[in-house]
């Protein structure tokens, strides 16, 4: 749980670094996505905050999920910079990639044993600016998992939408 915490205040330093040089719009949101979860599809649903700017956006996610057995809830923090910037200048859609990092616990439903451990990973997708205060947003990320029993990595692909204000 320590290094949990550092590698969590570390990242937050880093993105107020980053949020600091330029103007910055905080948002809220929503997702679904589908997530694979030992080899099979589990629908999710979240709530998302964040700020963004001009180049990068720090966000943390609260998803909820459960199968027939098994309920799943996740925090997750991903940081996302935009690429191939100069090619969509002109463009709506605007590509990402980032880094993600969070805690996962999974609960059996049956016998009501849970398992607690931490996630960290890699994302993409694409942004779709609407207006000025709503953007949609397709991703795809794939998560490691540490310390959990039965669970070595998951993967989830993501449909957003976000509120700036």
Request: charged residues 20%; without cysteine.
């Amino acid at each position: 749980m320590k290094n949990f915490n550092r590698l969590y205040i570390s990242l937050i330093l880093l993105s107020s670094l980053t949020l600091a040089a330029d103007k910055s719009y905080a948002f809220l949101g929503i997702q679904t996505s589908v997530a694979s979860i030992q080899n099979k599809a589990v629908p999710t649903i979240g709530v998302k905050y964040g700020v963004q700017t001009r180049k990068y956006r720090t966000a943390i996610s609260y998803n909820y999920a459960q199968n027939s057995q098994n309920r799943y809830q996740t925090v997750i923090m991903q940081m996302d910079t935009g690429i191939f910037s100069n090619l969509f200048r002109e463009y709506l859609v605007k590509p990402y990639a980032g880094l993600s990092f969070g805690m996962m616990e999974e609960k059996n439903r049956i016998s009501s044993l849970s398992d607690r451990g931490y996630l960290y990973g890699a994302n993409l997708g694409l942004a779709y600016i609407y207006n000025d205060a709503l953007d949609f947003d397709v991703g795809y990320r794939y998560l490691q998992t540490s310390k959990l029993k039965e669970l070595e990595s998951l993967s989830d692909l993501t449909l957003s939408m976000h509120y700036f204000y």
